[in-house]
Antibody, heavy 121, light 107 residues
Framework: QVQLVESGGGLVKPGGSLRLSCAAS????????MSWIRQAPGKGLEWVSY????????NYADSVKGRFTISRDNAKNSLYLQMNSLRAEDTAVYYC???????????????WGQGTLVTVS | SYELTQPPSVSVSPGQTARITCSGD??????AYWYQQKSGQAPVLVIY???KRPSGIPERFSGSSSGTMATLTISGAQVEDEADYYC??????????FGGGTKLTVL
C-alpha cells in the first residue's frame, strides 16, 4: 500500500536552514505530483508547495515563496523540501502527500505521511 | 483573498446525524474535498469531488455541494468519528486552500 515517510525535522534557530525528505513506496512515484502541507501546533492545515511528476513545474504558497524549494528524485522515490531563512512562524508539522492532478494542476491530496516536526526557536 | 469558512465546532450524540458546512465563493465551480484528522494523526481523505467516498471509508460519510456551500454529513455518527474535519478546495488562480477546520464532538 501507499507509504510516505517524512524525516529531517528538528530544532533550528531563526534564519537557519533545514532539509526535509519524504520516502515513498507502494506506488509508482514518478507517475504522481507530490506536495508538502504543514500544520502549526494547535492550528489548521496550510498547503506549502507542490511539484509535478517530472519536476517541470513547481508552485509555492506566498508565505514560503523565495525561501523554500521543493524537489524530487524519481530514481530514489524521494521528495524534498529545502527550507531557508526559517522564521518562528514556520514551526509546524510538515506532511508530504501524494497529489491527484487534473489538467496539469494539483487538484487534491490523496495520501499523507505521518509528518515531521520542525521547530524554529 | 479566497477563503473557505467552516464552523469551529459541531456536537452530536452517538447515532445522530452530524452535518459540517463549508462555504466559499468558488465552490459553484470547484470541487470540495473533506479530510478527517484524529488527534495526533495525519489527515485522511473521506470525501473527494464533492460526494465520492474513497475505498475503506464507511458509508455513513457522505458529501454534497450546492451553490457556495459544501456539506459533509455523517449519518449515525460514532464515537470513533470524533475528530477535526477540514474542507479543501482550489480557486481559479490555482491556490490550494483548506478551511479552518471543524471539531466534531460525539458524546
Amino acid at each position: 500500500q501507499v507509504q510516505l515517510v517524512e524525516s529531517g525535522g528538528g530544532l533550528v534557530k531563526p534564519g537557519g536552514s533545514l532539509r526535509l525528505s519524504c520516502a515513498a513506496s507502494g506506488f509508482t512515484f514518478s507517475d504522481y505530483y507530490m506536495s508538502w502541507i504543514r500544520q502549526a501546533p494547535g492550528k489548521g492545515l496550510e498547503w506549502v508547495s507542490y511539484i509535478s511528476s517530472s519536476s517541470s513545474y513547481t508552485n509555492y504558497a506566498d508565505s514560503v515563496k523565495g525561501r523554500f524549494t521543493i524537489s524530487r528524485d524519481n530514481a530514489k522515490n524521494s521528495l524534498y523540501l529545502q527550507m531557508n531563512s526559517l522564521r518562528a512562524e514556520d514551526t509546524a508539522v510538515y506532511y508530504c502527500a501524494r497529489v491527484i492532478a487534473v489538467a496539469g494542476n494539483a487538484e487534491y491530496f490523496q495520501h499523507w505521511g505521518q509528518g515531521t516536526l520542525v521547530t524554529v526557536s | 483573498s479566497y477563503e473557505l469558512t467552516q464552523p469551529p465546532s459541531v456536537s452530536v450524540s452517538p447515532g445522530q446525524t452530524a452535518r459540517i458546512t463549508c462555504s466559499g465563493d468558488a465552490l459553484p465551480k470547484k470541487y470540495a474535498y473533506w479530510y478527517q484528522q484524529k488527534s495526533g494523526q495525519a489527515p485522511v481523505l473521506v470525501i473527494y469531488e464533492d460526494s465520492k467516498r474513497p475505498s475503506g471509508i464507511p458509508e455513513r460519510f457522505s458529501g454534497s455541494s450546492s451553490g457556495t456551500m459544501a456539506t459533509l454529513t455523517i449519518s449515525g455518527a460514532q464515537v470513533e468519528d470524533e475528530a477535526d474535519y477540514y474542507c479543501y478546495s482550489t480557486d481559479s488562480s490555482g491556490n490550494l486552500l483548506f478551511g479552518g477546520g471543524t471539531k466534531l464532538t460525539v458524546l
